[in-house]
């Protein structure tokens, strides 16, 4: 059974840093792209980043990018989503997910139960 | 960016009744990359659709998608308890990938 696990949630103060986690089983992991979505207090889901399954080209849109950095190593079949100046708007649900394909558009067919990032002073 | 316009914002129906979810995006998207989710509080979002039309694994045959070009429907023939969810859409094809706002059923 496929299974993607966050951690890594909390409350941090605007301007902090946070490192959020996701360890992935029941896959080779490796072999498929990962994605991080969020979804604010009352509103909707917002797609993050994506990173393939090698590590290549990752990307964020225009109200993260230069502030939040994915990555994952393989070895830990665990995927990673540096967060750093972090503002109010982004106190979110954070979730990890998981593609069909190893690089390139795909869907989200596996989803983790999300952690929460709280952002205030 | 495609934005992605979901109607309506609440459906409210009873269970056995036919929900019908509409998905209109600010410009024409290729089927392949269109996809629709559940998802209930303090769960996990779900697939259920991916290119349009194909149901993801596990999912019941009353769900069907259809569509093409900029408008894309969710169609519940029959509404099951579990049923009552929100329900977003999603393109893939360009990033910033996006989502709709979303469509509660509710009862």
């Known amino acids: 059974e496929v299974q993607l696990l966050e951690s890594g949630g909390g409350l941090v103060q605007p301007g902090g840093s946070l490192r959020l986690s996701c360890v992935v089983s029941g896959i080779t992991f490796k072999n498929y792209a990962m994605t991080w979505v969020r979804q604010a207090p009352g509103k909707g889901l917002e797609w993050l980043s994506t990173i393939g399954g090698g590590g290549c080209c990752a990307s964020y849109p225009d109200s993260v990018k230069g502030r939040f950095t994915i990555s994952r190593d393989n070895s830990k079949n665990t995927l990673y989503l540096q967060m750093n100046s972090l503002r109010a708007e982004d106190t979110a649900v954070y979730y990890c997910a998981k593609r069909i394909t190893t690089n390139g558009p795909s869907t989200l067919d596996r989803w983790g139960q999300g952690t929460l990032v709280t952002v205030s002073s | 960016e495609i934005v992605l316009t979901q109607s309506p914002g609440t459906l409210s129906l009873s269970p056995g009744e036919r929900a019908t979810l509409s998905c209109r995006a600010s410009q024409s998207v290729s089927s392949t990359y269109l996809a629709w989710y559940q998802h209930k509080p303090g769960q996990a979002p779900r697939l259920l659709m991916y290119?349009?039309?194909s149901r993801a694994t596990g999912i019941p045959d009353r769900f069907s998608g259809s569509g093409s070009g900029t408008d894309f429907t969710l169609t519940i023939s029959r509404l099951e308890p579990e049923d009552f969810a929100v329900y977003y859409c999603?393109?893939?094809?360009?990033?910033?990938?996006?989502f709709g706002q979303g469509t509660k059923v509710e009862i």
């Open positions: 290119s349009t039309s």
């Open positions: 999603q393109q893939y094809v360009v990033t910033p990938e996006t």
